[in-house]
Each structure stands twice: as structure tokens, then as C-alpha cells.
């Protein structure tokens, strides 16, 4: 720990690139190198220097991210005093089951909402409509077959994610934020309008309660604008939370509707083992689209990540603020470092004309940087999302892939995001912060003020995710499966989050806490319950 | 050595698998034992809805069986436990005792169980009086419903078009039924007046229909734009008819034929009914009221395909016969509704079959097959006493009276607007004109559109002969039937309206000694009342396809997705008799249609010249915008959707063992809040020996 | 429907381990995580009787060996969970938002006997809860009317003896006191098998004792957790 914040601090201190390359090298080796050509042929020293710290960020688990002598005046600027990283760590510590408990609530009721419905509304567990990219229905009786169904049906879904996913970079890469930002509403507008709209009328169904539709379309209207609002712009807190918590089954629902049995359980099993990768490897490209999204101080976009605490007011506000202070403070290096990123991650592929569009941007960044943060945040998001949409809208009624898009652009994002907990700097994108941060507690927010920087970030992917895979569990019928599942996917979020605690290191959500599921479901199932069958049955209490 | 090994594997693999399965037992499986049988359900037209539903959660009632009329009192005045569940035997199951059902409302009555007891039952018809009364000709004369001597179903109820607020549940298995009683029996029969204390047999149907109000409701609620999840509230009741000629018809290649076509055929349409109706959900064979029609229709198929030379030999040679059975006739004529409105608008054949469309023009005159009841008592009906009826009527009569051929009956004659319910009724309602004649029998059948409708109810039994049954047969060979069995008396009738038939056709007396075959009659009543696994169809379907299941087909139209079984093998039988062998087509060869390879009698497999076809049996109601449902022009019959029927019976507990444990719960929910609050907020008293600093909750607030 | 009948065992069951969790351990992060961890080792040791039980196939009728090993299971995973948390004690320390949690051993083995508890009473009687919830009552083929109430009534005392049981245990741990584990554990082998009464339906008999059982347990808890005839006097004379 002590080592990560060491090397957070001295990458901040605006340390040269050598430092901060350092720092990260003690923890991935292999990055280090690659980046330092793209710094090394820049030019000017702030850039470069920013750059190291930015590129650092990523390798170095640090916590402390803002504490580098251009943030603090950054998040001094958002309201956020720095403080020395040991404290924040310290804090991060103590607060730790705090924060835990923050996500446990949330990923409790949004299984609950899940498995509610599944029990209450029969349309979500019947599937007899399928997506159009599960071609194999699972229709024979023969297990073999069905295997391998499942197994074509996941691995096609999962190439659409791997390929959406590159793409998404890409096009982040490219800065196609508007497209991107555009989508991502498009596509929550579509989960909060149609979806709901569907989901209502089911409830209604399930329940046999008319409805008039002028009451209908009333409730909609409202419900649909106000979680518009708050996800995208403002509002309360709670109820942005509220909100995506909502989505977030609603898309759980949707994919426990549609995918078939085995499939269902197959695609669960890979997309946690696709979150490893993507997360892990050194080019895994969930690694680089946050590594980017960081470096371009950009904070992940409410649509898609719960947070504990507030953001998206200071989407707005913040982040103004922060770029113009470190503009301020160090200016150029602050400027430049967001900007930088981007040309580094251009010059990646062509350095040259990364440098270029670096040094041409570095003049505007001071007062078009907050315009761009915001956007790259949401772009990035979308920018997942949107190869998706494009891709279902092909598929499948615009409705329907506007929702899925939006899912599966949750998804990528968690992915993207981490899928882990994220405390959140609100501050200025730290990239440091963010990478840390995803992980454990929000050490950084050390600014007592900013106590919503405090909060935790948790993408909607695992929200979604886990409550398929209780829901799925609960449509069996058996109630001791559900619990064992709820537990064991409780447990694994519990180890996830002590690990990065440990490690300080981004990790995905997904992989402990979906095999705890998967193990529990199925080893309840077949084992558990016939025995708890009949102790109950006789009344035995063990 | 190894063969020992791999039988120790498998049986090994086996145990494990057993293993496997061995599921424990859950509470509800104790607690609930399922009933099968089949409900009522919900079916609407364009102003009403009709038939029964339970509620959205399953209707409850406790189990009360009625013996005799008298038990009924109990339920009807005020009972201990409401709401009850009747266990009624048909002969009880009356119009006036379900009245009065309805009339103590759900409260009381939640649920009516039909137990199939039919030892003390007279009648069993639960249609109206008049059937299709609104869509059949508007004369008070065609049937008077108050007048059992012109009605057509003196016995009917009316109950079919009754909306009971309450499930009804047809349960048949004798050891189903005994469950029932014996539940009862055990918890129930006795002391009535302590049913409020004590727990009893109860039972929950689940039939609850998504439709209601109207077809013109559900139909709107539907569609599209209300209704994003695409779930269905109700079809319309849908099928296909099944039409055949016995001359094969010219393939049209390019339109220019078409009119010449149109003015030169000329058809004598033959036409029956195909479907039946009842109560319950895949019950009921309507083996008298429209099993007979078809089979008479098949026999006359049959035989004309048979006797009549080949169509260029005929003395006009562009005359041709047309088979058709309608289906959905018992919903206000759906199929001949919808032939009459193909016909008016050159649908008839539909383009895809690549035939010239069929005119009323080219209809010289149609013979309908209604119910024939009792054969001694057939009546030939027309609007009026046309010259061709009166001919025709000739000529059945003389076969009919032949002494050469014995059948011994006489044809009566009646030409007014008593008309009875029959396709028939279709064509007169768009033109009185129409050269319609009808073969109708007086009324006799006791059991009309219910489920007792069956196999006894024909008095059918199967020879099973093993025969073949295409050839026809000479009048003296009866193969053993007697003259007073089904199959004789269909072969009878069939024989004399084919004769006459013929006659019409080829202008010449039918002096032949072949008649039709009472085997083919036999194996045609097997199919279709005992089991469509069965020779006929085996023989009418492609060799080796898969065999019918061991029970009769649905009669029922159905809705669209529906089985369709009746009207599929109609097709193949149809299609089978109807056709020319070509025995030097090859197998290979015969793939295309009209070209069909058929499996044959003895299944060796047979090329033939097929000339059946379907044709949509969907009202037109469905197909015309904005169509006016009040109008009555079209029969606008919809089904409701189900999610599922079933029935348990398990124990209900009284309302005062509920409140008991709801209370004692509640109890303990507030008694253990205060005292743990009270606890943990002293605990540093309690736990005194800990140092203060460790005690585990706030310090005291009060005491 | 019997909805009432759902409400009144889910009430008398769950009611008091409810109120516990509200006024004990909702309000305190780390008691929850501990709480659900030992619900998860509950659940382990589940999986592990459960195996064994599937595992040797000539023996699933006889349910005393399954619930036999399943105790000895649950006892020694109590012993596991004992271990780690005392293990983990200094981290908890730095962790916990209250010092109360670690400075006070007993909350710490209360909270995971409360998990143990809550986790097995689920486990025992939520399949029989949503079967309570449909329109019928046991009898029909077998059983009585009381099935549900007493189970409840039984899933009650077990929850509350795991508690209990927790609490001595972990005590017993530390100051080496043989004979309370013995107790523990002889006490729920016997209370367990007990239950196989019900099966005969002897409530009267097999409720009874255990609730003397647990009244029992509880009181031997409530003098390790430094309760006292004085203190309990003084605790209801609110002095």
C-alpha cells in the first residue's frame, strides 16, 4: 500500500515521466515501455510530463491520485482540499464496510426487484422470444445439443461484445463523443420509455388491474422524464440511484426473458471470464479504454455506473471548475495532460499525428476541456454502447435494441469501468483516481468537504449481471438456490473489494462473485436442496 | 470380461443417475393433489362474452357434492363456509340450477364441477334452441326457439352462450371424480354447521381468460399500437375448409383463360360440415351432429369417383362435382361465411392454388348434408319448390324406394322457410335465389354440440374388419353389419344421394349393383371417434409419416395455430378418394401437386392426382376495416387466450386458525422489537461486567 | 388464501431475529459483512452435509446420519469462522468505524452466531413459507394443520440457539473451556435429532424441549457474555 501511494504521490508531484514510469513498472511491467515511446516523441516537457503522470495513473494502483501538486489545485477548485495521500488511505481503510455496505444495499434491491418480478410476473421467465444473436433456441431435448447451443450462443455474444467493445475504442479514440453521448440518451431514453413501458404493462397484466391510458401515459411521461433527468443532467441523489437501479433490473429482466436456459448461464460464465481479460491483460481493452477515459480526466458517465455519491452535478459543475484550476495552477501541464492523453493514445497508432493534434489542442484545452471532459465521459460510455445499438438496431426492432444497446453499453462500460467499485474523485478525472479507485474505497477524497467524492461506484453491468443470475436461480422455483446465490454473489463482492483493498489495483466485479453464484446455484440445486427437501419435509432442523 | 465391465458401468452410471433424480418431496406436495379434467372457457362475439373464467389467482371453493336436488338447498341458503365448490352430475347440470349458481353469486358459488355421471342423464345439449340463430335466415318461420316442434334443438339449453361468473370444470376419470368424493367424504361430510371452524376439502381452478367484454374489445386491445409486448387477448376463431372435386380441375396458366373457364364450368356443390362445438376444452366429438354429415359426404365421394365415367364422356362435359366440408360452422357458419364472400370476390380457389376462380354462375346447384340424426326421418329442405328440387327429390326417392337396392326409405320433402342450420343458410342469406337444397333429418339427437356426443351416443362399434374399404361393394354384401348399425345406415344414404347424383350427372339411371362400402364407413367412424391411429389415415397419408395419435381428432375449429386435426385428415381422405391412381408416375416423380403419393390400403404406396385443396375458414368480419360488430353480417366469434387450466384440491384452513397464527405472529413481531430494543439499549447493564467503552450499543436513553 | 397464515409463522419466525438485526447490527457495516460471512460458512458447511449425504446413496433415508454430520460440519465451520475472525481481528480493528465491535468479543461472536442462525432458519423453512402462501393448508394427505406453525416455531428456537451457541462457543475457544464446547456441541446434535420427532408429529414434546433447551442455552450465553442474577436484577429495576 504504502508503495502504491508512494508512487501516486510522486507521479503527482508532477514527478518527471521517469517517475512516474517507474512507479507503474514496479506493478506492470509490461506497460511502462510501451508508453514511454509515445511521451518520448512529444516534445515539450509539460506534456510529457503530464503524460507520465497520466500514463502512470493506470499502471500505479495509487489511491492518492489528485494529491499531485496540478490536481490538488484542481480539486481545491471543486471544493475538494487535497490532503496527503497516507491520510487518505488511512480513511479509505475505515470507511471501507461502510462502502460496502453502500453497494450491498443497492445490488440487494436490485436482485430483489429482479426476483420479485421473475416470481410475480411469468412473462419474464418464459422465453419464447429470442435475440438475434442466440440463433440456437435450444428447442432439443438432447443436453449435448443444447450444450452446444448454449456455447455457440455465448461465444457469438461474447465476439459481439469483444468486437463492440474494440470498436468503442476506436471510436472513443476518435472522439466521436457526440454520437456517442447521443446514443447513450437514446438508448436510456428507450430502456426508461419502452422497457418500462412493457414492464408496466406486464405488472398490470400479472396483477389483472385496468388501466386507462391516459393514466398510463401519464405515469410514463413522468416517470420517464424525471429518470431522464436525473440520470443525465440532475437530481436528487436517491433518486438517481433509484433510477438506475430500476434500469439495471429492467435489463437484467430483459436478458433472463430472452436468452435462453443454458444460454443464459453460459453467457454469465463467460462474461466473467471476458471481465478478467478485458480488465487484466495488459491490452485488454477494457484496460485501455478506462486508462484512456482517465487520462482524458473524464469521469465515468452516470448512465452507466451506480454511484454511491453524487456525479452528475458535477458534470457540470465540477469539472469545469477543476480543468479551469489546473489550468490556473498548472495550466499547461494540467491542459496538456488531458489533451496529451489523447494524442497518446493517438500516437499509439501514429505518433505524429498525435503530437499534432496534442500540440493543437493543448491552446484550446483550458477553456474547451470541461465541454470535452463531459463528453468524453459520456462518450465513452456511449461509445460502447453505440457500436452495440448499431449492431441490435440491425437485428431487431428499434425499441429493443435501443435497449439492449443500452444494456450491453452498461455492460461494456462496467466493463470498461472496471466493474468494480469505484470510489469516486469527483474531482477533476484523475485517471489515477478513477483506475484506483474503481477499486476500493475513495482514499483520494481525502477533502473531507467532498463527501460525495466518498462515494463507491459499482458499474450497472454487475448490477445486471448478478441479478440474472439470481433471477435465473429463482425461476427454478426454489427459494434455498436464491438465497445460497444472493449470499455467495454477496460474499464474492465482499472479497472483490478486500482484494482491492490488498492489490489497489483495478479488478472486475464480475468473475469472484458470478463463480460463487454459479457454484452456489448449481451445487444448491442438485444437492442442497433435495437434502433440505427433506429435512423440511420431516420437519428436521439442523 | 469387458462386456461385464461396461454392464457394471451402466448399471453404475444408472444408480448414479437414479441418484440423481431422487428429489425430496416439498411441502406442497403435500399439501395439494392436482385434479385433470378440462374447463370451460371464454369464448366472445361482437357483443357479448360467453362461457367462464375463474379469477385472475384461481377460484376456491370448498368441496360440496350434490346428489340430488335437494343438496343444492344447502349451498343456495346461506352456508357455513362460503364460497362452495358444486360437484353436479349432468342430469343436474341444468339450465335452471345454474341459474341459480349464478344467481347466489361468487361469494357462494366459486367454483362448478361437471362429474362425469351420466347414469340418471335424459338430455345433454347445451346450445340454444335455435343454433346460429342471428346469422341463419331472418324468418321467424326458419326456427322459432319457443316452439319445440319447429326448432331445431328442442333440447338445448342455451347454457353454451351463457357467461357464468364462475369456472366450470368438466372432470371425466372416474378415479379423478372418486378423489373428489372421497375428500369430501373425509373432510366435509359431516357436521355442516362446524365448516367455519374446521378445515376442509377445497378446490382451485385456474382458468382465467385474458379476454373479455367483446370480440370488438379484445380485437382493439390487441392490436399493435396497444399492446407492445405483442401478447394476445383472444384469436378469432379460425380454420380451414377442406374442398375437393371429383374431376380433376385445368391448371390456370395465364389469365386470359380465366373468363372462359368462368362461364363454362358448372359445379353441383356438395357440401357438409366439418367441425363440431362443446362446453370443454378439447371434449366433445359431435359425433351425431356433424360426424355423420362427413361421413355420408366421404361415402358420396367415394362412390361418385368410382362410378362416374370420365369427365369428357359426360354429356356436358364441363360438369364437375365440388366437395366441400366448412369448418367453423357451429360459430355462426365462419367457413361458409367466408366461402360466399371468396366466391363473390373471385377468391375461391386462392390464386396460389392456380385454378380459375369459381362463380356462383358456375354453381348449378348445391346439396348440403346437415344433421341426419334419424335416417328414417330425412327431409330434402329448399326456399321454395323449384322444378330442380323437385327433380332431384324424384331421384332420391326412387333409390331410396328401389326395391332392388332395399334401402327402404322414403325422402319427405319440405319447401318453405324452415331451413335448417346448415352452411345452406349462407348462400340463402345473400340470395334466396340460390339453388339450394338441403338433406336434413328431424331433430333427434339429445346430446347436440355437448360432450356426450360420442361414440355411444351413434351407437357405433368397430368391426374392424381389416378390409379394404376403397371398393365399392355389391348391395347384397353387407360384410356382416346389420342393417340397423351406423355404418349400413350411412352406407344407405350415401348410396342414395350418389345415385342421384350420378343420374344428374351422366343423365342416365344408375343400374349398377354397387353401392357403397360399409367398411369404409366403419373405419371412417374409428378414426374419427375412437383413435386417428388408424387404417384410413394411414392409408390417406404419405407412407411412413408419422402415425395419428391414439385418440379421435379435435373437431373444434380452433383458432389460428390451433391442432387442426379434423381438417387436415379430412384433406388427406378427401384427397385419397378423391384421386386417380397413376401407377406409372414414379415414386420420385410424384412430389409435385396435384401429384400425390399416397400410402394406400396396404401401404404399399400409390402416385395419384389429387384434387383437394383448403381454403381459409377465417370470418370475413377479421378481414374487413373497420367492420361493424353490432352488424350481424359476419360471424365475429373470438376465443379467449389462457394461460393454463387446472384444478387441486387440497385443505383450506378456517378463518379462525389464520387469524390465530396471524395474530400470535404479530405478537411475537412486537413483543421481540420491544425487547430487544429495550435490551440492547441497557445492555451495559445486562453485560455489566464489560468496561463501558465496550458496551455494544448506544448508552441507555430511558428507563 | 392463506396469507395470513404466510405473515403469522414468517412473523414468529423471523420477527425476533429481525428485531435483532435492526437494533443490533443494521446500523453497524462491519456486523453486516460479518453477518453474511457466516451465513456463507453456514452455507459451506450445508454444502459439505449435503454432499455427503448425496454421496452415499444407501444411506438418504436415514436423515439422523445426514443431520448427525451435518452438526459435526456446522460445528466445526463455527470453529473455522472462530478462527478467522480472531485472526482477522487486528484488520477488523483498523476497519471498523466502531471499536465496539473488536474491543467487545462477544458482539463479534453474537453477530456470526446470528448469521448461522438466520441462514439456517432460512434455509429450513423458506421453501415451506412460499408454499404457505398458496390457498391451502397441510392434511390433505398427510400431517396436521400445526406443520407450519410449529416449524416456525422450531426455525425460532434454532435461530436462536445458533446464537446462543455462537456466543458460548467462541468463549469456550478462548479460555480453553472444554466443557462448554462440549456442551454446544452435544446440545445441538441433541437438539437436532430431537427434531426427528417431528416427523411423528409429538410437537408438544420435541417444541417443548427445545425451548427449555434454548432457554437454557440462552441463560448459560447470557453468564458468558457477563450477565449476572445481579445485573439482570438491576437491568430490570432499571437502576
Not at chain 2, 326421418?377 to 332392388?404: C, D, E, F, M, V
Request: glycine share 6%; charged share 15%; hydrophobic share 40%.
Amino acid at each position: 500500500m504504502d508503495g502504491h501511494v508512494n508512487a501516486s504521490s510522486s507521479s503527482r508531484s508532477g514527478a518527471g515521466a521517469d517517475g512516474s514510469g517507474l512507479s507503474g513498472a514496479a506493478e506492470r511491467l509490461e506497460r511502462p515501455p510501451r508508453r514511454k515511446q509515445p511521451r518520448s516523441s512529444y516534445g515539450s516537457n509539460n506534456q510529457d510530463q503530464t503524460d507520465a503522470a497520466v500514463l502512470a495513473v493506470p499502471n500505479v494502483a495509487v489511491r492518492g491520485g489528485p494529491s499531485g501538486s496540478s490536481r490538488p489545485a484542481r480539486l481545491s477548485g471543486g471544493g475538494a482540499g487535497p490532503t496527503p495521500n497516507e491520510n487518505e488511505e488511512d480513511q479509505g481503510l475505515k470507511y471501507g464496510a461502510q462502502h460496502v455496505i453502500k453497494l450491498f444495499v443497492p445490488v440487494s434491491l436490485c436482485m430483489l426487484l429482479v426476483v420479485a418480478t421473475i416470481n410475480s410476473i411469468s412473462f419474464y421467465s418464459s422465453t419464447d422470444v429470442y435475440l438475434l444473436y442466440t440463433p440456437f433456441h435450444e428447442l432439443s431435448p438432447e443436453p449435448s445439443v443444447k450444450f452446444w447451443n448454449a456455447l455457440a450462443n455465448s461465444l457469438i455474444l461474447m465476439s459481439v461484445v469483444v468486437v463492440m467493445t474494440i470498436l468503442l475504442i476506436v471510436l472513443y479514440k476518435k472522439r466521436c463523443y457526440r454520437i456517442i453521448h447521443g446514443w447513450l440518451i437514446l438508448s436510456s431514453f428507450m430502456l426508461l420509455f419502452i422497457f418500462t413501458y412493457l414492464y408496466l404493462e406486464e405488472l398490470l397484466r400479472a396483477y389483472n388491474i385496468p388501466m386507462d391510458y391516459p393514466t398510463a401515459l401519464l405515469f410514463m411521461w413522468n416517470f420517464g422524464v424525471v429518470g431522464m433527468m436525473s440520470i443525465h443532467w440532475q437530481g436528487p441523489l436517491r433518486l438517481q440511484q433509484g433510477y438506475l437501479i430500476f434500469v439495471a433490473a429492467l435489463m437484467a429482466l430483459v436478458f433472463i426473458k430472452y436468452l435462453p436456459e443454458w444460454t443464459a448461464w453460459a453467457v454469465l460464465a463467460a462474461i466473467s471470464i471476458w471481465d478478467l481479460i478485458a480488465v487484466l491483460t495488459p491490452r485488454g481493452p477494457l484496460r485501455i479504454l478506462v486508462e484512456t477515459a482517465q487520462e482524458r480526466n473524464e469521469q465515468i458517465f452516470p448512465a452507466l455506473i451506480y454511484s454511491s455519491t453524487v456525479i452528475y452535478t458535477y458534470m457540470g459543475t465540477h469539472y469545469t471548475p477543476q480543468q479551469t484550476e489546473p489550468a490556473v495552477t498548472s495550466s499547461p501541464s494540467s491542459s496538456n495532460s488531458t489533451t496529451t492523453t489523447r494524442a497518446t493514445q493517438n500516437s499509439l497508432a501514429s505518433p505524429e499525428a498525435a503530437v499534432a493534434s496534442s500540440s493543437s489542442r493543448t491552446g484550446n484545452t483550458n477553456r474547451t476541456n470541461p465541454h470535452h471532459n463531459q463528453r468524453d465521459d459520456s462518450n465513452v460510455m456511449a461509445a460502447e454502447g453505440m457500436p452495440l445499438v448499431t449492431f441490435k438496431s440491425n437485428l431487431r426492432g428499434n425499441a429493443e435494441a435501443a435497449g439492449f444497446t443500452q444494456e450491453w453499453s452498461d455492460n461494456l462500460n462496467d466493463r470498461v469501468a472496471r466493474r468494480q467499485i469505484e470510489v469516486q474523485s469527483t474531482q477533476s478525472g484523475n485517471a489515477q483516481r478513477s483506475n484506483e479507485y474503481r477499486t476500493v474505497t475513495a482514499p483520494d477524497q481525502a477533502q473531507a468537504d467532498a463527501q460525495e467524492e466518498r462515494g463507491i461506484k459499482l458499474g450497472l453491468g454487475d448490477f445486471i449481471f448478478y441479478s440474472v443470475l439470481v433471477g435465473k436461480a429463482s425461476s427454478y422455483g426454489d427459494w434455498t438456490t436464491t438465497i445460497a446465490c444472493f449470499v455467495a454473489i454477496l460474499i464474492g463482492l465482499c472479497l472483490t473489494l478486500l482484494l482491492l483493498a490488498v492489490w489497489r489495483k483495478a479488478l472486475p466485479a464480475l468473475p469472484i462473485s458470478i463463480t460463487f453464484g454459479l457454484i452456489f446455484c448449481f451445487a444448491t440445486s442438485a444437492v442442497v436442496k433435495p437434502f433440505m427437501e427433506n429435512l423440511s419435509a420431516k420437519q428436521v432442523f439442523i | 470380461m469387458e462386456k461385464r465391465v461396461q454392464a457394471a458401468a451402466i448399471w453404475l452410471l444408472m444408480l448414479l443417475h437414479g441418484a440423481a433424480v431422487a428429489q425430496g418431496e416439498r411441502t406442497r406436495d403435500k399439501m395439494y393433489q392436482s385434479i385433470v379434467g378440462a374447463g370451460c372457457f371464454r369464448r366472445l362475439n361482437g357483443t357479448h362474452q360467453t362461457g367462464c373464467s375463474s379469477t385472475h389467482a384461481g377460484s376456491v371453493g370448498v368441496l360440496h357434492l350434490i346428489k340430488v336436488e335437494a343438496d343444492l338447498e344447502f349451498l343456495l341458503a346461506s352456508p357455513p363456509s362460503p364460497p362452495y365448490a358444486p360437484m353436479i352430475p349432468p342430469h343436474l347440470f341444468t339450465r335452471q340450477n345454474l341459474l341459480r349458481l349464478i344467481e347466489a353469486g361468487p361469494k357462494n358459488i366459486s367454483v362448478v364441477l361437471l362429474i362425469n355421471k351420466p347414469d340418471s342423464m335424459k338430455q345433454f345439449s347445451h346450445e340454444l334452441n335455435c343454433p346460429n340463430q342471428y346469422s341463419s335466415l331472418n324468418n321467424s318461420e326458419t326456427c322459432d326457439a319457443s316452439n319445440p316442434a319447429t326448432s331445431w334443438n328442442p333440447w338445448g339449453t342455451g347454457l353454451l352462450h351463457e357467461d357464468f361468473p364462475f369456472p366450470i370444470y368438466y372432470i371425466a376419470d372416474t378415479e379423478e371424480i372418486t378423489k373428489l368424493e372421497k375428500c369430501f367424504e373425509k373432510f366435509n361430510n359431516f357436521e355442516y354447521e362446524t365448516h367455519a371452524l374446521r378445515s376442509l376439502c377445497a378446490v382451485e381452478v385456474k382458468s382465467f381468460m385474458s379476454a373479455a367484454v367483446s370480440s370488438e374489445v379484445c380485437i382493439r386491445r390487441t392490436r399493435f399500437i396497444n399492446n407492445l409486448s405483442g401478447s394476445k387477448y383472444c384469436d378469432p376463431l379460425e380454420g380451414r375448409n377442406v374442398y375437393a372435386t371429383v374431376y380433376p380441375r385445368n391448371i390456370k396458366t395465364d389469365d386470359s383463360e380465366v373468363n372462359d373457364i368462368i362461364t363454362r364450368e358448372r359445379f353441383i356443390l356438395v357440401s357438409c360440415r366439418l367441425d363440431t362445438a362443446s362446453m370443454f376444452d378439447g371434449v366433445g366429438l359431435g359425433a351425431m351432429d356433424s360426424l355423420v354429415g362427413l361421413a355420408i359426404l366421404t361415402q358420396v365421394a367415394n362412390l361418385l369417383r368410382q362410378l362416374l365415367p370420365p369427365q369428357s364422356s359426360l354429356p356436358d362435359t364441363k360438369r364437375n362435382v365440388l366437395f366441400v366440408t366448412f369448418n367453423g360452422e357451429s360459430y355462426d357458419y365462419i367457413g361458409s361465411q367466408r366461402f360466399v364472400y371468396d366466391v363473390e370476390r373471385f377468391a375461391f380457389p386462392k390464386a396460389s392454388a392456380r385454378r380459375a376462380p369459381i362463380t356462383f354462375d358456375n354453381i348449378e346447384f348445391m346439396l348440403d348434408i346437415g344433421t341426419l340424426d334419424d335416417i328414417a326421418n330425412i327431409k330434402l329442405h329448399a326456399l321454395s319448390g323449384t322444378p330442380l328440387a323437385q327433380k332431384l327429390l324424384q331421384q332420391l326417392n326412387s333409390y331410396a324406394q328401389s326395391p332392388r337396392y332395399g334401402f327402404n326409405l322414403n325422402i319427405q320433402s319440405e319447401m318453405s322457410y324452415h331451413i335448417p342450420p346448415t352452411s345452406a343458410q349462407s348462400f340463402l342469406r345473400r340470395d334466396p335465389r340460390f339453388p339450394a337444397l338441403i338433406l336434413n333429418a328431424k331433430p333427434a339427437n339429445k346430446y347436440y354440440h355437448s360432450i356426450y356426443d360420442d361414440v355411444e351416443n351413434v351407437a357405433f362399434t368397430y368391426a374392424n374388419t381389416s378390409q379394404d374399404f376403397t371398393m365399392l361393394l355389391d348391395v347384397s354384401n353387407t360384410k356382416g353389419f346389420r342393417a340397423d348399425s351406423l355404418q349400413m345406415k350411412v352406407r344407405n344414404v350415401s348410396s342414395i344421394v350418389a345415385m342421384a347424383l350420378f343420374e344428374t350427372l351422366t343423365g342416365k339411371e344408375y343400374t349398377g349393383s354397387k353401392v357403397a362400402n360399409p367398411v369404409l364407413s366403419d373405419e371412417f367412424f374409428y378414426c374419427f371417434l375412437l383413435s386417428a391411429d388408424c387404417p384410413l389415415f394411414k392409408a390417406a397419408s404419405y407412407p411412413g409419416s408419422p402415425k395419428g395419435l391414439p385418440m379421435p381428432p379435435m373437431r373444434y375449429v380452433s383458432v389460428l395455430g390451433g391442432p387442426q386435426e379434423s381438417s387436415g385428415w379430412t384433406y388427406r381422405v378427401l384427397g385419397y378418394l378423391l384421386s386417380q391412381q397413376q401407377p406409372k408416375i414414379p415414386k420420385d416423380n410424384c412430389t409435385v401437386l396435384p401429384l400425390h403419393y399416397f400410402a394406400g390400403f396396404n401401404g404399399a404406396g400409390e402416385c395419384r392426382l389429387t384434387t383437394q385443396n383448403y381454403s381459409s375458414a377465417l370470418s370475413p368480419a377479421f378481414l374487413i376495416d373497420d367492420y361493424d360488430w353490432r352488424s350481424g353480417n359476419y360471424s365475429t366469434w373470438t376465443e379467449s387466450t389462457w394461460s393454463l387450466f387446472s384444478a387441486r384440491i387440497f385443505l383450506r384452513p378456517s378463518s379462525v386458525h389464520q387469524i390465530t397464527t396471524l395474530s400470535v405472529g404479530i405478537v411475537v413481531l412486537i413483543l421481540s422489537f420491544c425487547l430487544v430494543y429495550i435490551i440492547s439499549s441497557r445492555s451495559e447493564v445486562l453485560f455489566e461486567d464489560l468496561p463501558a467503552s465496550n458496551a455494544a450499543l448506544p448508552p441507555p436513553t430511558a428507563c | 388464501m392463506t396469507l395470513p397464515e404466510f405473515f403469522g409463522c414468517t412473523f414468529i419466525a423471523f420477527g425476533p431475529p429481525f428485531a435483532l438485526f435492526v437494533f443490533t447490527i443494521a446500523n453497524d457495516p462491519v456486523r453486516i459483512i460479518i453477518l453474511i460471512a457466516a451465513a456463507f460458512f453456514w452455507l459451506l458447511s450445508l454444502l459439505l452435509s449435503s454432499l455427503l449425504w448425496f454421496a452415499i446413496i444407501p444411506l438418504r433415508d436415514v436423515l439422523a446420519f445426514g443431520v448427525f454430520f451435518s452438526v459435526v460440519f456446522q460445528e466445526c465451520f463455527r470453529y473455522i469462522i472462530y478462527r478467522i475472525l480472531r485472526s482477522t481481528e487486528q484488520g477488523l480493528q483498523a476497519v471498523a468505524e466502531d471499536t465496539r465491535v473488536t474491543d467487545n468479543k462477544h458482539i463479534l461472536s453474537y453477530v456470526s452466531g446470528l448469521g448461522f442462525g438466520i441462514i439456517s432458519g432460512m434455509f429450513a423453512l423458506v421453501n415451506v413459507l412460499a408454499d404457505m402462501s398458496g390457498p391451502g393448508t397441510m392434511g390433505l394427505k398427510s400431517g396436521t394443520e400445526l406443520f407450519f406453525v410449529t416449524s416456525a416455531a422450531q426455525a425460532l428456537s434454532i435461530i436462536l440457539l445458533h446464537t446462543f451457541w455462537s456466543v458460548i462457543f467462541f468463549n469456550a475457544c478462548d479460555t480453553n473451556n472444554y466443557l462448554h464446547i462440549a456442551y454446544v456441541i452435544g446440545s445441538h446434535l441433541f437438539v437436532s435429532l430431537l427434531t426427528l420427532l417431528n416427523a411423528s408429529e409429538l410437537y408438544t414434546a420435541t417444541l417443548l424441549t427445545n425451548y427449555i433447551i434454548t432457554i437454557l442455552t440462552g441463560l448459560l450465553a447470557f453468564r458468558v457474555a457477563g450477565g449476572t442474577s445481579r445485573s439482570f436484577k438491576k437491568f430490570v429495576t432499571c437502576q
